[in-house]
């Protein structure tokens, strides 16, 4: 991904085969390919505020959506969560979270944190495919954003 | 008077009248005799008899008969002398003749006065010495009497009355003694009582002789069986001033006796307050000790000797003395102890705490107190019990809050742990699911028959592998619950997770019917999922019937409500009914029926949360064709008592999963 492009999504996820399976669903109804991948919640905060190995790069769009996972290493998810819906840059931008987590206690945190949306990644391969299909369906062509 | 007494002498016992007479006559005879004869000398005396005669018996008249004779005389003489000289001593013994007559007449009367006069007195007399005589017999039968009535007394009280003489003489037994110790005979006192040949040593007689006062002290008379007197030894002056001592001996046998029995039932009473159990102590009004028993001395470490006649004080540590004698003091003011606590300090120092009663003891009045009796219990023992106890609880609220935080740290960690399992198992399992199911989709091509075919035995495998995920962790989630009762409608909840569950199953003919259901009490997340599980097992087991015929009823029962589910799928075989719920328990094969063996572990843990039951009936059909079905029941306790469900309910334990 060329970093000047408009970005659709933002995958924050620290599982490199999670992160395969979901490009691949993505691609497979031709969704978007203009996604950009961070592997932490330090990263997604950097890319979300222009900071540290994005600084620099404020200036554009912000994605369509955020899919967000929330076990992720130096930040966890929730924290970038909070994060971003505390500042008012980032708070207007979707946040879905897809997680392996069916943890009420997680959902729960998420909704008071006020997630978009949150879903349980399948764990048969093609529901997931159709999830993430879903999501991308969802949030990239039916939904309408602010920005 | 000589004369007189002569006179009286002539007591002739013939009538003085006759005398007189007789007399004269013959003084007149003879005289006349003598005038014849012619000596007028002899016969003038003649006369003086019968005038004195006369005159001491008749004294006047025999006077005047005393002068006619005088003058017969003189008649005589004249008659029968001329002789002058003789006729004038006539006449001159006349005149003597009227004299010695005067004077005998005289003296005779004043001798008949005397006389009376001595009669009179002698009748006085006679009368006095008879009223004397009466008085004093009356007084000497007064006397016997009351001599007798003493005697009397004095045998029936057995008192006994001696009087023995400074030599110790017996001079006087009373008679009922003598009845039982003989005659004196001349005995000693002591030979005759105490049959010794010497005086005692302690003589009472020798002693008040000497000190002239009473005495009153207490004997025995060994001769009468040692019988207990008490003696009274008064010395006396008799009438001849010589001194002696009358001794009155009063029986004291029965008052001996009842000393002997006061002093008994004393000594018993004693006895029972000083071997009691208790302690006892008992003070009188200036707060001294009197009495101390044996277990007060093991108490305190005393001898009784010691304390005896002590003040209280002593028995108090110092550092209570001052509430301890506070305590004391409201006994003095009528008050009593009823359980008071009040440290004791023994002798070697050592302080014993003691619970006391007391009570008082009262004077005839019923208003003085006399003594304060106390009895205590050594309570040391029991105080150093509950302070342990006391100290353990607090031990034990110690270790119950470290264990507490402990569960809580390893409930938190379970916690973490099956998170982590949930999320960090899963992961890899969808990469090894998702990647092979690429490989099937999109190298199908470069793949044979049989490539294709272990990929999917791969795919398979996954699946199971996180479906076994999933319900370990429902059920080991399901431990960690709280419950939540409520009201449950039952029968619409189970119309709710029917509708959920069917919409995976297309294509397939189910009908469920659902009878009136009585409410139930419980966790509704947890009864959904049993219905859950319930429901699905229905479902799944009737794939095989061209119609699933599922039905959800209440059946009768006592004191619970219980349910069924019963279906006309495959069934299963009693045999193993009894495995049916155990996890990862299953009684068909996974190529027959797909399934982990966790669901039914799943209710029946809930069902036993809710304090009910479940179980099983399932009928085989013949090799996996169509069976019989299989019913489940399950029951929840009657709404009245689902209330102290709560607190049967067993709180989320740290059980791992078997």
Redesign the interface.
């Known amino acids: 991904m060329k970093q000047m492009d408009p970005v659709e999504i933002l995958l924050v996820e620290d599982?490199p085969?999670?992160v395969e399976?979901t490009l691949?669903a993505l691609k497979k109804h031709n969704l978007t390919n203009k996604v950009q991948v961070v592997s932490d919640g330090a990263q997604a905060l950097d890319y979300l505020f222009g900071s540290g190995a994005f600084a620099g790069q404020y200036n554009r769009l912000p994605p369509k959506a955020v899919f967000l996972d929330l076990?992720l290493p130096k930040v966890d998810g929730l924290e970038v969560l909070r994060r971003m819906k505390a500042d008012a840059r980032t708070r207007l931008i979707p946040v879905v979270v897809l997680?392996?987590?069916?943890?009420e206690s997680d959902i729960v945190e998420s909704y008071k944190l006020g997630v978009n949306s949150y879903v349980v990644?399948?764990?048969?391969?093609?529901r997931?495919v159709e999830a993430v299909s879903a999501l991308g369906l969802y949030w990239l062509l039916l939904n309408q954003t602010p920005f | 008077m000589n004369l007189n007494k002569s006179l009286q002498n002539i007591r002739l016992g013939w009538s003085p009248f006759v005398a007189v007479a007789v007399t004269t006559l013959a003084a007149i005879a003879i005289s006349i005799y003598c005038l014849l004869s012619g000596w007028a000398i002899i016969f003038q005396n003649l006369f003086y008899v019968p005038i004195i005669i006369a005159c001491v018996y008749y004294t006047k008249k025999g006077f005047v008969f005393s002068v006619v004779i005088s003058f017969i005389y003189l008649f005589l003489i004249v008659a029968f002398t001329r002789d002058s000289a003789i006729i004038i001593e006539a006449l001159m013994r006349v005149f003597i003749f009227a004299g010695i007559a005067g004077v005998t007449t005289f003296m005779s009367i004043k001798r008949r006065r005397l006389e009376d006069e001595l009669s009179q007195h002698r009748e006085n007399l006679e009368k006095l010495v008879k009223e004397r005589t009466t008085k004093l017999e009356q007084t000497m039968e007064e006397t016997k009497r009351l001599k007798q009535q003493v005697e009397f007394i004095l045998g029936a009280t057995k008192t006994g009355l001696d009087i023995i003489d400074s030599e110790l003489n017996i001079r006087y037994i009373d008679p009922e003694w003598q009845k039982i110790y003989g005659d004196p005979q001349g005995r000693k006192c002591h030979e005759y009582f105490m049959e010794r040949s010497d005086a005692c040593p302690d003589c009472r007689g020798l002693k008040t002789l000497a000190t002239k006062q009473v005495m009153v002290s207490e004997g025995v008379l060994p001769k009468e069986g040692n019988r207990h007197v008490q003696v009274t030894t008064i010395p006396f002056q008799d009438e001849k001033g010589d001194w002696q001592v009358a001794e009155i001996n009063v029986d004291i046998s029965e008052r001996k006796r009842a000393e002997e029995s006061l002093r008994e039932t004393r000594d018993y009473l004693d006895s029972l307050i000083n071997y009691a159990n208790a302690p006892i102590i008992t003070w009188d009004t200036e707060q001294r000790i009197t009495k101390f028993n044996r277990a007060f001395e093991k108490l305190a470490g005393y001898h009784a000797a010691e304390v005896i006649g002590q003040g209280l004080r002593l028995l108090f540590p110092s550092e209570s003395i001052a509430e301890s004698l506070q305590k004391i003091k409201s006994t003095s003011s009528g008050e009593f102890w009823d359980a008071v606590e009040i440290p004791i300090k023994r002798k070697n120092g050592e302080v014993r705490i003691a619970l006391w009663n007391s009570a008082n003891v009262y004077a005839k009045d019923g208003k003085t107190i006399v003594a304060t009796i106390a009895q205590g219990q050594d309570i040391s023992e029991r105080i150093r019990a509950e302070a342990e106890i006391r100290r353990l609880n607090e031990e034990l609220e110690q270790r119950v809050l470290q264990r507490t935080a402990q569960l809580e740290a390893a409930h938190k960690e379970l916690e973490t742990f099956s998170?982590s399992v949930?999320?960090?198992l899963?992961?890899?399992?969808?990469?090894i699911?998702?990647?092979?199911?690429?490989m099937l989709d999109e190298y199908a091509s470069k793949l044979d028959n049989e490539g294709r075919r272990l990929l999917t035995v791969i795919?398979a495998n996954?699946?199971k592998m996180?479906q076994l995920i999933d319900d370990l962790?429902a059920f080991s989630r399901l431990s960690r619950q709280q419950m939540a009762f409520a009201p449950v409608d039952l029968a619409a909840l189970a119309a709710a997770v029917f509708c959920e569950l069917k919409t995976t199953e297309k294509g397939r003919r189910i009908e469920f019917k659902i009878g009136a259901l009585p409410a139930a009490f419980g966790d509704r997340s947890m009864l959904r999922q049993v219905l859950q599980n319930l429901l699905a097992n229905a479902i799944k087991f009737t794939r095989l019937q061209t119609k699933a015929c599922i039905e959800m009823a209440e059946l009768a029962g006592k004191g619970e409500n219980i349910y069924y589910v019963k279906d006309n799928g495959v069934g299963f075989d009693m045999e193993y009914a009894h495995k049916l719920f155990g996890v990862f328990q299953r009684l068909h094969g996974s190529d027959e029926f797909e399934g982990t063996g966790v669901g039914l572990a799943i209710v029946q843990r809930i069902v036993l949360r809710h304090g009910g039951r479940v179980w099983a009936e399932g009928a085989e059909g013949a090799e996996g064709a169509v069976g019989k079905g299989a019913t489940f029941y399950f029951s929840l306790p009657a709404a009245a008592k689902n209330e102290t469900a709560t607190s049967k309910e067993k709180p989320a334990d740290a059980k791992m999963v078997k």
């Open positions: 599982n085969a999670d399976l691949r076990k997680t392996s987590s069916k943890e990644k399948p764990l048969d391969f093609d997931f | 998170y949930s999320h960090d899963q992961t890899p399992l969808r990469a699911d998702g990647f092979s199911r690429i795919a996954t699946h996180g962790l």
